[in-house]
Each structure stands twice: as C-alpha cells, then as structure tokens.
C-alpha cells in the first residue's frame, strides 16, 4: 500500500527531506547557493535529533567531498550536496570517488559556473563533471528530484556497480519554487533502502586494507577497465530500482519521460525543468496539428544510446536543447546533443538533429521559442536541409 | 593479492590492497638510473645513510651496515650525499671521495 503526505515543498527541502529519511551514516557539506537550502535544512534535522547522521561541516567542497570519500571507504552510507563553482572545487575527488567505487550519493542544483558571476540554473556544472565516473540522474520537479534521491541510494550501493550518483534539479526553477508534491512515510523510504553494510571497510580492522594505493601502468588500465564496466551494468540497475520505486511510491521511473512520442516525426529532447515548459508546448502544437513529441532523459550516464535509437526510430527531425556549451566542440554545441548525435550515427540512422542552447545563466525560456523550434523542424522535414546545426534560444542577436 | 597480471576481470576492485605491508613486493628498484656502491672497508658504521634513506633500503644487521637493497632502492643518491666517511680509492669505482659513490644502473 502506498502511504504518502502531499506537502508544499520546494527543491531544496524536497532532497533535504529525502536525506532526513535516508538518514546517512555521514554528511559533509559546504553550502552553496542555490544549494544551501538542503543542507540548511538538514543541519537543523541533525540539530533536531531528526536524523543519526554524523554531520561534518567542512571549510571547501574539496573537503567535503574528501571527507566523503573517507567516510565511505570507512563504510559508511554517505551523502553531500553542491552546485556550480562548489562542484568545481570538488573536481579532483569527485573522480577520486569514482575511482575508488564508493557509493556517495550528491544532490546537485544545477548553476551556471562563474565567470561571470552567475548564481542561476543552467548545466555547466554537472555536464562538466560528465566523464567524472558519476551516474548522472535529472530531476524535472522536486518531486522528481526528492525520488531520484532516494533511488540514487539503492543505485549507487548496488554489487554490480558501487558508483557514485549525482542528482540535479535546476537551480531556483526547481530548487527555490514550491511545489505540491508527495512525501513518503520515513517506514517505507527506510524499508526501500534498506541498510548498507559494504563489502570492504576501512574501520574492518580484522581485515586491514589499502584503499587508494599506488597504481601503475601495469594496473591502472585494468582498473579503468572495471569502472567503465560497472557503468555499463548501470542501466539496468536504474530500470530494476526505478521499477520497485512505483511499488511503494507509485510513481515508477524509466529511462526516459517520453510525452506524444508514438507517432511523432519530430521530436525535442531536454533535460529537467524545461521539459515541463516544453510538454505544454508540445501539447499546444499538437492542437495545432503538428505531430511533435517530447523526449525528456532522466539519465545522461551512463548515456542511453540504444533507448535513444530506439526512442528516435521513425522522428525525422530532432531538436536537442542544451543548458551548457562544450567549448570548442564541434560548431560550439552541447553536451546531450553531441551524445545524441554519435549514438545515432554509430546506429546508422540518418535522423536530421539540430542543437539549441537555451538558459544559459538562468535565462528563460518560453512557449514561444518551442514553437520557433517546431517550425525550425518543419523546415528541415520539408527542405531536407539544416540551415544551421547549432543555434540560440532567448539570445540578442 | 591478485596473481601477478591479473585480468582486468581478475584484479581487485578500485585497486584495493588486502595485504598489509605487500608494498614490498613491489620492486621500485626498477625505476633506478644510478646506482650507490659501497666501500665496506672504510665504512665507520655510522648508520647516517640507514636514517636519511628515504626507501628503508640501507640493510643493517647487529648495528653494521651490510647491504643495499637493490630491490627498493631507487638510485637518490641521499646516502652518497650524506654519507661522512671519506676514501682515496674506493672499492668499486677506484675515484676519490666519499664511502657511498653513485655510479650509472647499466655501468
Ligand atoms: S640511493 Fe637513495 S634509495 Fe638507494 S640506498 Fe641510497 S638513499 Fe636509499
Ligand atoms: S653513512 Fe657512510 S659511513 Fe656511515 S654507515 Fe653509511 S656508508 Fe657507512
């Protein structure tokens, strides 16, 4: 039986509130704006006596995540949060965590990095972070982003994998506006997750252990080999947990949320928060007669090439919009994009996708740029042609 | 320990070591370039040499140097530095100079 609260609840306190319930054995944090909510709010759940979590507060991000990585390697079930420049500082262990497969669970609110200064949403900062060793789960809402949370536990502490996994939710849009949303009992959330007990402990006295040795050419590839094949047993994992999610939540997560994608020839894709702005549109354009549909990723690593193919099989045109630039790609474009575009060449499809980078910086997006999108793509179904791959949502030309 | 050229299916995860103390099974000696030579006889036994080492390679029985462990021994030349004792010949490089003298690993 699901048995939930409906609550107001922004973002922030969505994931702090997963956290309280998840109750880490170990949070090390520093705050961070648009971040700062959850782990204001969980250091006051420590405060309470909410929670049995040895809460440590750190001077940097780059110990914080040490910190956590520490905590870890003890065996302790361990979790942080940051954003934007915080998530840069933390940039050597973040790979360090990976590497060393311990399964840290980090809330993310997505902000763009400096400079210039910038507190408000777009991707920079997790796409960044993208060949760190992470599963990377988007959350469109604070539901979404309280689910993924709780998942991310389960996922992350799997046997198969023992990665770390980063859940974003967009700055402010998604961190900062209050939502109605469902709260689990602390029962069921606890039930879910169960307790972890991992495998190798540094605080296993009996058993004494190196971990983070030395690792020379005569290993260290067969270690990064390892890695990337418990990245790729990923995927199933996500499916298998977010299945069992429904059963207590009843809200059941896959890889993709796919909105008036069965017969569409032409598609958007987008992460999180936009998606919400991009289905109305969607759903107004297909008033209009426009066979358009909405493929909006909740995973970006391990990257689902195959569903991607098999999502896009029979779209003839594909807008993919990017919250982040990767300099110096090719034309400039974004991240989700580029990905989008090698897994459909590597399956042979001849798709015509195109790029927008939008929000940069939290700028806004609107109905009206979907609509530009929409047309953009009835062009390129008509004409066969793509007058520009790359191009810029809300920007002064 | 994982057998030695373990498969990447083989090898402990992230690298994790369960043996204590195992870094001596790891030959760092491979890496040297020059190489210290000893002169026993005009050695006074002064253990500078076994103290500075930074690689615990200075193999000492009953208060008497007796060896270097080439195994570990990386070839730093702190001992040749350190070392107090002079010769005017010494044993293996027939030069002038101190106890411990480096010399080329392929020499
Ligand atoms: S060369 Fe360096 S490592 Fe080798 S014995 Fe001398 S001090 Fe030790
Ligand atoms: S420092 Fe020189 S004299 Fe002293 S023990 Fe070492 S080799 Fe002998």
């Known amino acids: 039986m699901v048995v939930s609260t409906k609550m107001a609840l922004d973002g922030a306190h969505a994931a702090a509130r997963a956290m309280q319930q998840i109750n880490p054995d170990v949070l090390a944090a520093y705050p961070i704006t648009p971040q700062t909510a959850i782990v204001q709010t969980f250091s006051q759940y420590v405060a309470d006596g909410e929670v049995d979590t040895e809460f440590i507060a750190v001077e940097s991000e780059h110990a914080a995540m040490s910190a956590c990585v520490g905590a870890a390697a003890a065996g302790g079930r361990v979790m942080t949060a940051t954003a934007a420049n915080g998530l840069a500082l933390m940039w050597e262990i973040v790979y360090i965590a990976a590497s060393m497969r311990l399964p840290i669970v980090m809330a993310v609110v997505n902000r763009a990095l400096s400079a210039p200064l910038n507190i408000h949403c777009d991707h920079s900062d997790s796409m960044g972070a993208r060949e760190a060793g992470w599963i990377q789960l988007y959350s469109e809402t604070a539901q979404e982003a309280y689910d993924n949370l709780i998942q991310a536990v389960r996922i992350a502490e799997h046997p198969d994998l023992l990665l770390p996994v980063m859940v974003m939710q967009d700055g402010f849009i998604t961190g900062h506006g209050l939502e109605r949303m469902e709260v689990l009992e602390d029962s069921a959330v606890r039930d879910f997750i169960g307790t972890y007990k991992a495998k190798y402990s540094l605080l296993d006295i009996d058993h004494p252990i190196t971990f983070g040795a030395w690792d020379m050419y005569d290993y260290y590839f067969e270690h990064k080999r390892q890695q990337t094949d418990a990245m790729s047993k990923a995927m199933k994992v996500i499916v298998d947990v977010g299945e069992e999610f429904g059963k207590i939540s009843g809200r059941s997560y896959g ?138 949502l809300g920007l002064r030309e | 320990m994982p057998k030695q050229k373990a498969t990447w299916k083989e090898t402990n995860i992230a690298g994790l070591v369960f043996e204590p103390g195992s870094s001596a099974e790891y030959h760092t000696g491979t890496w040297r370039t020059l190489r210290p030579v000893h002169d026993m006889e005009h050695c006074t036994h002064c253990m500078l040499c076994w103290v500075y080492c930074p690689d615990s390679s200075i193999i000492v029985e009953d208060g008497r140097w007796m060896a270097f462990d080439y195994d570990h021994c990386k070839g730093c030349g702190i001992c040749a530095s350190v070392c107090p004792a002079k010769v005017k010949v010494h044993e293996h490089t027939g030069k002038e100079g101190k106890v411990i003298q480096m010399v080329l690993e392929q020499d």
């Not at chain 1, 017969?263 to 549109?281: F, M, P, Q, Y």
């Not at chain 1, 007669?289 to 991607?308: M, W």
């Not at chain 1, 929409?374 to 062009?379: E, K, N």
């Open chain 1, 255 to 392: 890889i993709f949320d796919a909105y008036a994608m069965d017969d569409a020839e032409l598609a958007i894709i987008v992460l999180s928060s936009t998606a919400g702005t991009a289905r109305t549109s969607v759903k107004e354009l297909r008033a209009e007669g426009v066979k358009i549909g909405l493929l909006k990723p909740r995973v970006f690593r391990p990257f689902p090439a195959q569903e991607f193919v098999d999502a896009l099989k029979g779209v003839k045109a594909v807008a993919v919009l990017d919250r982040s630039i990767s300099f110096g790609a090719m034309d400039g474009a974004g991240p989700l994009f580029l990905e989008v575009c090698a897994a459909l060449f590597a399956a042979g499809l001849k798709t015509k996708v195109v790029n927008y980078i939008y929000g940069l910086g939290g700028r806004d997006i609107f109905p009206q740029h979907f609509a530009q999108v929409a047309s953009d793509l009835q062009d390129i179904t008509a004409t066969g042609k793509v007058k520009s791959l790359v191009s810029y």
